[in-house]
Every structure is written in structure tokens, then in C-alpha cells.
């Protein structure tokens, strides 16, 4: 990751955001919130061997998309934080971890910052319960695959 971290702390429709454009233009781009360990979980590459190092890999790759979309993006990831990677703003990118552990505890955790945040969100994430949630709080639902293939655009996968 280029940043140092501040502060405290399976839809097919386009990344992005100001209603009245183009829906498949990428660079139409509201407030993205990447349910981190759905969106890494999608692609079984062998992360469930570096847990950690998958959610580095992912916010560096959040972190070019942040940059090439002129945006801010919101992480939210389950368990502790890795030592090198805590809570915060990182390039372009705000990472959050579940305030508790156990089921659903990133979904309380997105759910709170729909709910403490701005009027248009799209939410990546694959998991039925929180697209239920998310569209219940009347934001956008956009699956891993569509966002991953955004980001392979910009950074193809090694």
C-alpha cells in the first residue's frame, strides 16, 4: 500500500454513481463499500493460506482504483487487523474491521456506515442477507466478479 493509515479507525449493475449516466460506465463512480473477505473469497486462489496478505493485495488494488476514479473507497474486513495494516485512510481508501467477531459482524459493520453516511452508496458484496440490507436502506448492490474485472482492468491479476 502507498498510503499510511489516519484516523480513527452479487448485483449486475455498474461501479458507480451519479444517476442519469451511462450505468456500464465505469467512471460513473458513487460511494463504493467493498465487502473485503466476500470480494477476496470469490476467487479461490489460495488466500484462505495468507488471509492477511490477501487484504493487503486487496487494498492495494482498491487504492489504484481509488486513484484512477478520482474516488474514495470504503474496505470493511472481518477479524483483527494485521500489525502493518490497522484501521484508517489509506490512499484513497478507509479501512474498517468488524467491531466484533462472529456471524455477519462486517455486515453490522457496513450497515453502520450506510447508515452514518452519504445518501448514495453501492455495496460490493455477493452475501444475500446484506444485499437484503442494503437495498432495504434504499443503496445499490454491485457482485464481486463485476468489481473484480473493474479491477483487473486497471491491475491484471499476477
Given at each position: ?34 465487502d473485503a473477505m466476500n470480494v ?13 496478505g490477501a487484504l493487503r493485495r ?95 482492468d486497471l491491475d491484471p491479476p499476477?
Amino acid at each position: 500500500m502507498s498510503g499510511q493509515a489516519t484516523g480513527p479507525d452479487a448485483g449486475d449493475e455498474a461501479i458507480g454513481g451519479s444517476r442519469g449516466s451511462d450505468p456500464a460506465d465505469p467512471d460513473r463512480v458513487a460511494t463504493l463499500i467493498v465487502d473485503a473477505m466476500n470480494v477476496i473469497g470469490s476467487r479461490p486462489d489460495g488466500w484462505w493460506r495468507d488471509r492477511d496478505g490477501a487484504l493487503r493485495r486487496l487494498v492495494a488494488r482498491v487504492e489504484r482504483y481509488a486513484r484512477h476514479h478520482a474516488t474514495e473507497v470504503v474496505v470493511v474486513a472481518d477479524g483483527r487487523a494485521p500489525s502493518d495494516l490497522p484501521s484508517g485512510r489509506y490512499d484513497g481508501v478507509h479501512l474498517y474491521f468488524a467491531r466484533r467477531s462472529g456471524p455477519d459482524a462486517a455486515d453490522d459493520r457496513i450497515v453502520e456506515l450506510l447508515e452514518a453516511g452519504p445518501a448514495e452508496w453501492v455495496v460490493v458484496t455477493a452475501d444475500g442477507g446484506l444485499r437484503e440490507r442494503v437495498e432495504e436502506r434504499g443503496h445499490r448492490v454491485l457482485g464481486p466478479g463485476r468489481f473484480l474485472r473493474a479491477l483487473d482492468d486497471l491491475d491484471p491479476p499476477g
